[in-house]
């Protein structure tokens, strides 16, 4: 249910209900945001301040006093204020045992203390309780309900009486609590809003090497070798065609690199005869963010296609055309029909559109909602062989493309080979080494390592009935 | 996971479980598939009715009693009777007492009665607890199991344990109960189900509006004209050619007035120097509908690459380049190749491929699975970053389009330019004010303003530490 | 919030809370990855074995005791151990009173036992707690953090209190808890892992017939025929010719299998004259996998639209042009432009356009976080009415396509009609019957049906005041 309406929320309260009251240290921006909320969603707000004078700031219905008289109005109180200025609710111990203390607040930089801010206000008033939340909200989105991106509230705390409180509050707002268990995720709940796509930046960086790279390289090619050699003007290439080389060629890579760790990671374990050793660092990070090394890859492909789609309604290939028929027509001569060009040029447009739309279905079972919807069993039937097929379907649809052409010496252009050869070199790598992990005396090695097995472990405990894992717990391939 | 075979559910109990006693006030048709469902699921169903005679209509199992005797028999009692009939249940108002009432009314019309049914029913009677539940489900689906839409119950309610035990029933009958607070809610709950789209309905008509007024626009130039000054038949323009002009700008416009009240709100909010006021309806109404605009244009930017993409499959297209190649080959006579018409037909492709294939990620990301996903910073980087670099990049893509004719006399046509120097009109207007907004001077006064400073305020209280809320509540960017 | 820190999750414990033991019995591979995981976020370890000697494959920190010493130290115990080892546990029957027994098994085969192995351990330890969860993860997914698919956890339990415990528990490791009632709910748990897309199933070996009949049909017309009558090499057309064909027809053969059972339905309601006897098992089966059926159809027709946008840059279409060009070039013959060809090719085109941008807006809605923001009168909205107006699109398209060829028994090879027209057939079905069905005399009967009236039923009993369900739980439309 969308709340677009939660500004009409009724300010007037309905008599049967006792109105709660919820103190808030502090009026600054945040803080009067919520009061207002909360006014609206019918609670009854008294603000704690220092200088306990009435501003014209502060949203009307709400009280100020001070610190200490404020606290004793509530059992809830919201900090809103600077973590730099904590140090004034050391003197409030006594007033704030038992209550509940709700940590909202952010920092500038990700781990900035060596300790999370709930946690570090924990230590300060250890009589009460504190709760984490509301700091993935903005002010903004508060007051205008405009929450198009982001209801969820992260809430996590020692005290679950006291956590389950401030959820029903969030729930109240019209707001999702996200229980995130105790006081030790506020850390990670405090990083959370200060993080700019972490898992991206990775496949982010590797696809813009990529791009430029290949971009210089077939520039280098197609612009600067018909210059030298002819002093042919062919920059306006840089526009449609290279792009169309460098997308395909990123794409094609970076799905290999998807599948690559998976098979460095078995070649390891069969290599370490077990599976309860750690992987190195980089391997871990790179399996972590195959995903999003495969949706960028997916970006790429979808370019690709544009890109190959508006080719006749380009003026080049229209003035190519018409100039090379207006030449046999002149010439009284017609091409014969060659039917294995046909099937080349058939055959590879339509590899290519088998393994796109396989790409886009893996996209999309990577949607959140839909991958929930599946099991493990499903999840991997989709990611690992559809996506191996998709995989073989764009390598062969590279290898067509280069057909008869492939592999010519009469291709190289200072040396340097077509591009789309280069870009068969990871995807034909990962593909062998698959082919050959598959083969069935390798594959039943593995497989008994990835259920538990050790080489050199000592014989299992005479006796012991372990639980081998059936079907869904087996399915440990990477 | 998929609860498919709910209707394979056993029949047959537990022998260890109670089976816990559900009244239900009423033998209607959503009653009746109610109780099927439920005594499916293992409750024993007691029906109170006035007449308490066993129809063969009543599921197997249910017992039929007067409406005391049912009450009697439950803690728990659903009324399925219509709220102008509600009024039997004063006389019942001591067996009532304590007891769980779930209201599953639904009216006719949006806020047909001042208070919500739920409301209305607690006022009669004031001993019961009240919740408000399964108004959004239908007996359909009930019966079915195809909960195809959703599959969600808003439950809300002022008595938390007698919520509880209502989410509980949801919960066991294959259903998502989502506690939407207290019996306030009510009224949207019930408001809920009878809404069709409402945030859609401004763009829809607006939408509708700019294609009608663009399409006569372009008959009038493309069809009329040709036909008033050569007696040509265009008419069969109408049916690709009028609508990929009309489409695209479309798109644009609506994509520009998706960021149009994001400017004209930081305009007031300079003027006004202070962020506190409230910014007109109409703005706020706006504002709220803007991913709706944004997707209805997106809808229109993949209509016209459709459309755009076919063009050199169809007869006329084939047929003039056919005939213009006869002519030029019969004339003997080569078209030289003109570098800078390859360089503007390329470049207006491919500006036109980016932008579009930015606005589809626009859209993938608003889907409500991959919005959760992200937190305010990144969401804000890609609403409003990416965001404004599609719109200069669709608005290069149109102005390309135009190319060397742009703004050239000689394409008028009775005084009308062509369509797309109308398109430009309103991105060009929204881009350079936006070009004005983020110059240094101007940008720093309005980040001070949306963090909470008034130009006219007091000045601070003194010694008060205000929460200047770092980055997250900050962005209050528009 | 992606959890993707969580292996760096601190090893080290917050002192101002108390460490949770938990006893898992059984020491295979999925116990101890749970067993990592949990000591990782903060819980202590104590495992139960036969044969209690500490094994270097135990993680650091883990206690090894027998059975029913491990058993007294913890209220949660884990029961990592396969069905058929169940029997030592009714030896401990007096140790496992009322304490919290988890049900972590899977099963090899789906309903491989007559009673869910939850259920069954219920009946082995009375006097315990038995709850069913952590079934549906993965080991190396627990390990590796790398939780893509699914960090569902559904639960289920009969007592609320250790059902809760255990919701704890999961949501503590990073996992999402899903409550899903009584232990009843069991069976379906266990068997959820075990399913492999089972909704797919017909659908999926549907459009594979219809796949494999088609294109063999389309291979006599159009390589065997030629080949026959003139030796012709046409085979180059099966790689993008007739799937060109063949996706299509498949399209739009299933789609209007969406709504034949609809009619179905509808017909058969209007013959019983009541709603309240069940559909045949085959119309319910088919009913419950129209979405998938749609999705199937939406899939074809994506590779259809593929298929036709690369048909210019085919060599075998361009050599044809080209040739055709040259001949008419030779022969100084222009053809004369046909106003109503250009129409035929336009509006085909335009429909096919609309039609396929209808379909895709249905598939968009079908998403798991899409319908869950629409209510029913939405969902019908889209479903039903888009989707109608999606068929007669795609019916016309069809249609407009045979053009003038459309039946002419010229277009007949070996007495065998133009694929397309076969197609024509199933779509024009069911829109003749949903015409007919939507005819106001039809159409107030069919209503009146789905709110419960029957034809032959006893007269309504006397006073009794139905709920007549308004708007929402009327929309009993198939």
């Not at 002819?230 to 460098?246: C, L």
């Not at 010496?409 to 050959?436: D, E, G, N, R, T």
């Amino acid at each position: 249910m969308e709340k677009t309406s939660t500004d009409a929320f009724p300010f007037t309260m309905n008599s049967s209900e006792k109105q709660e009251t919820v103190c808030i240290f502090g009026t600054g921006d945040f803080g009067r945001s919520l009061a207002l909320k909360m006014l609206q969603c019918g609670y009854s707000i008294v603000f704690g301040s220092r200088n306990p004078q009435k501003s014209s700031l502060l949203p009307n219905g709400a009280e100020v006093l001070s610190y200490s008289e404020a606290a004793r109005k509530s059992d809830i109180i919201i900090i809103a204020v600077h973590r730099e200025h904590y140090g004034f609710l050391t003197e409030l111990t006594e007033v704030l045992k038992g209550k509940t203390l709700v940590d909202i607040s952010n920092n500038l930089k990700i781990n900035q203390y060596p300790e999370s801010n709930a946690e570090y206000l924990a230590q300060l008033v250890p009589g009460a309780h504190v709760v984490k939340a509301f700091n993935t909200i903005s002010a903004w989105a508060l007051q205008s309900g405009a929450l198009d991106a982001n209801r969820q509230v992260f809430v996590c705390g020692n005290d679950s009486k006291a956590k389950q409180r401030v959820m029903d509050i969030v729930r109240t707002l019209g707001l999702t609590p996200l229980d995130q268990g105790s006081l030790m995720a506020a850390k990670e709940i405090e990083n959370y809003p200060l993080q700019l796509f972490p898992m991206w930046k990775f496949p982010f960086y590797l696809s813009a090497f990529l791009c430029v790279f290949f971009f210089f390289y077939c520039v280098i090619r197609d612009v600067i070798y018909p210059y030298v050699n002819g002093g042919k003007d062919s920059t306006f290439r840089m526009a449609i065609s290279i792009p169309n080389r460098v997308f395909p060629i990123a794409a094609l890579t970076l799905l290999a690199l998807v599948y690559l760790p998976g098979v460095i990671a078995a070649i390891l374990q069969l290599y370490r005869g077990t599976k309860y050793r750690r992987f190195p660092d980089w391997l871990d990070h790179w399996m972590l963010c195959r995903k999003q090394l495969g949706l960028v890859a997916l970006g790429f492909a979808s370019l690709h296609v544009l890109y190959t789609l508006v080719i006749p309604i380009r003026y080049y290939v229209r003035w190519t055309m018409k100039n090379r028929t207006i030449t046999q027509a002149t010439a009284k001569r017609e091409d014969p029909f060659s039917t294995s060009t046909a099937w080349l040029s058939d055959s590879y447009v339509a590899l290519g559109i088998l393994g796109f739309f396989l790409f886009v279905l893996l996209g999309i079972t990577s949607l959140p909602s839909v991958s929930n919807t599946v099991n493990w069993r499903e999840f991997r039937f989709v990611q690992s062989k559809l996506g191996y097929l998709t995989l073989i379907l764009c390598t062969a649809h590279t290898m067509v493309y280069g057909g008869k052409r492939f592999l010519s010496p009469s291709s190289l252009i200072w040396y340097l080979p077509s591009a789309y050869v280069i870009a068969l070199i990871i995807p034909c790598i990962v593909l062998v080494i698959k082919f050959v992990l598959v083969l069935p005396c390798i594959d039943k090695t593995l497989t008994r390592i990835r259920q538990g097995w050790e080489r050199n472990a000592k014989p299992t405990l005479n006796g012991e009935r372990y639980l081998k894992q059936s079907s869904v717990h087996l399915d440990s391939e990477l």
